[in-house]
């Protein structure tokens, strides 16, 4: 039995050996079509050869991207993941055993922990909490991938700030080399705006009938919305071509696009009546999903396990049994309210909770058991003693 067994090992210290061993060329190729950048982390940690042969970052971290109005102010794009922490399965009880955190990237080796739905810091951390977040601990998932375009150097101030893209969403894609991209965004007309590889400035595409509301990367396309719930899948060819793909929804106030669970679902918040100007507060909801073969938007009656959520300049979903005391069939929303101080405008966003089978709703902290998902840390998120919860 004794010899059986260390024949077995040096059979896997074989293998270990030879996948160790795989040309760089080869590794740079599967590092390119990984999904998510939590991946590419996974792949470098596998043995220091494969640590060595891949690069952090497939693409810069910073470029110029020259606004379309011909201003010189340069910005750059800012990448946020949405992850999932949960405990090994062999500690996993019925308590909460799932925390959702954005992190966004500063530099490479170096990132800060912000709201999975809006855009601010986590604030007032326990004392105790760790400055280094050791993921190989946790089981770990990638949910989604925010970005935002951020100034390179400073703010320009006063009018030359007004052509400034609108404070929403901005979505990339991958090349099929894996190296470059393009991005599409919501330019302050309500216009889409692309950057593509070999591009300085930003292209406004003039072809939306409507203002936009929202757009994502769906299926290896762009996809965006306006606010009739007209939707278009964009090329990015030169210039880009606009491809209907359903015929508006009338009725609510705001089109967000999700994907959840394979297809692409369509929220349409309805605001409270009589509320206008810098504060808009959800009434209710109602959610379609993309029939392509018809397109058409069809409404949903149930989303069944599964949670949306709709960020400040995100949206994504999750199947809600993957947390403790969690129901699906619900929505996470944000309250945006801007208020002045001195001669500046500024936000403050509270989140809340929708029920699409009953129309229930609140804010987070009337409901516990989901207020916990996000706020406030889970103590195996930070403590060594995992195996003692």
């Given at each position: 039995?004794h ?11 074989s293998?270990?050996a030879?996948w ?16 998510t ?27 110029q991207?020259?606004?379309p ?7 750059y794009l ?11 399965e ?48 946790f ?46 965004t ?47 899948t ?26 959840s ?24 909801f ?37 947390f ?24 403050n ?22 207020s ?18």
């Amino acid at each position: 039995m004794h010899v059986q067994t260390q024949s077995r090992k040096l059979q896997l210290n074989s293998s270990m050996a030879r996948w160790s061993q795989l040309p760089p060329d080869l590794l740079l190729l599967i590092a390119q079509r990984l999904n998510t950048h939590f991946d590419l982390l996974c792949l470098r940690s596998v043995c220091s050869s494969w640590h060595a042969c891949v690069p952090s970052r497939l693409r810069p971290s910073r470029f110029q991207i020259l606004p379309p109005d011909g201003t010189s102010c340069s910005l750059y794009l800012s990448k946020r993941s949405i992850l999932c922490l949960r405990l090994p399965e062999s500690h996993c009880k019925p308590t909460n055993c799932s925390w959702l955190i954005k992190v966004e990237e500063d530099a490479p080796g170096m990132a800060h922990l912000v709201n999975p739905l809006s855009t601010s810091q986590f604030k007032q951390l326990p004392p105790n909490f760790p400055k280094t977040i050791d993921f190989s601990r946790f089981r770990v998932s990638e949910l989604g991938q925010e970005y935002v375009l951020q100034y390179m150097d400073r703010r320009p101030s006063g009018e030359a700030d007004e052509w400034s893209l609108r404070k929403e969403k901005v979505t990339c894609s991958r090349t099929s080399n894996g190296e470059d991209f393009a991005m599409l965004t919501i330019h302050k007309s309500g216009k889409l705006a692309m950057f593509r590889p070999g591009d300085t400035r930003l292209t406004i595409i003039h072809d939306m009938p409507s203002r936009c509301d929202d757009l994502i990367y769906f299926n290896g396309e762009f996809y965006a919305v306006d606010n009739t719930g007209r939707t278009v899948t964009v090329s990015t060819g030169s210039p880009p071509v606009l491809s209907l793909i359903a015929d508006s929804v009338f009725g609510g106030d705001k089109k967000s696009l999700v994907e959840s669970n394979g297809e692409l679902l369509m929220v349409d918040t309805y605001f409270c009546p009589g509320i206008r100007g810098l504060m808009k507060i959800a009434a209710r909801f109602k959610v379609f999903k993309l029939d392509q073969t018809g397109h058409t938007w069809v409404e949903v009656e149930s989303l069944g396990d599964q949670i949306l959520f709709l960020g400040e300049k995100s949206t994504f979903s999750a199947v809600a049994s993957e947390f403790s005391g969690c129901e699906g069939n619900c929505i996470y929303y944000t309250h945006t309210f801007f208020f002045r101080n001195g001669d500046r405008y500024h936000a403050n966003t509270t989140i809340g909770i929708f029920n699409l089978e009953n129309g229930s709703m609140g804010p987070l902290s009337s409901f516990p058991d989901y207020s916990k998902v996000i706020w406030p840390p889970p103590a195996w998120a930070y403590t060594d003693n995992i195996g003692s919860i």
